[in-house]
């Protein structure tokens, strides 16, 4: 069975850019995390994205949020790379990317299948479900997934908005509406009645009975 929301992600052992990280879980700690995975080194698109996510940095850090990216490569590869992300984005790499080159980690999170390999002279098409972005809580547990193609580059603008709304929700009886941005009302929870969401969140805006906007919660 694979990597379902809510589950625990696996505790694995990482070679990175940065160095080893002897547990997943250890190394998130108390924060949000955000993995982010690429099915190969050099390659147009996925060197678009990291430099997306590297100038994000000051972004990820007001939420209090670790990011790790993933690549089939290895360590070496990895940081010739970084030379080529961090010129196109004109921002450093601050964090580690994990060469997953026996795709240990991307079998482990469901990305490619148990029997998959790397064949020799393999291209980016051998990995190519590798393009997963994977959003996990300060509880280990995954909260969020999203997989491209890899014609498609990733919008981590939308990966931002995502994890305010999970952070937003996080323990508090409320959802968010469709395009819903920090600031905007949110959707008191079914499993209030009207009375209890009065309680809770005061006066709310009810457009169907079952849909029923409140303020943000502070």
Known sequence: MGLRINDVVPDLKFKTSQGEIASFHDWIGDSWAILFSHPKDFTPVC??????VAQLAEEWQKRGTKVIGLSVDGVEEHKE????IETYAEAPVPFPIIADEDLEASKAFDMLPAEAYLPDGRTANDSASVRSVFII?????LKLTMTYPMSVGRNFGEVLRALDALQCTSNVPIATPANWTMGQDVIAA??????????KFGEFDAVLPYLRKVKTPA
């Open 137 to 141: 809580g300060p509880d280990k547990q």
């Open 81 to 84: 790379w970084i030379k080529d």
């Open 190 to 199: 079914l499993s209030l009645d009207d009375d209890a969401a009065r309680a």
């Open 47 to 52: 060197t678009t994205e990291f430099g997306a």
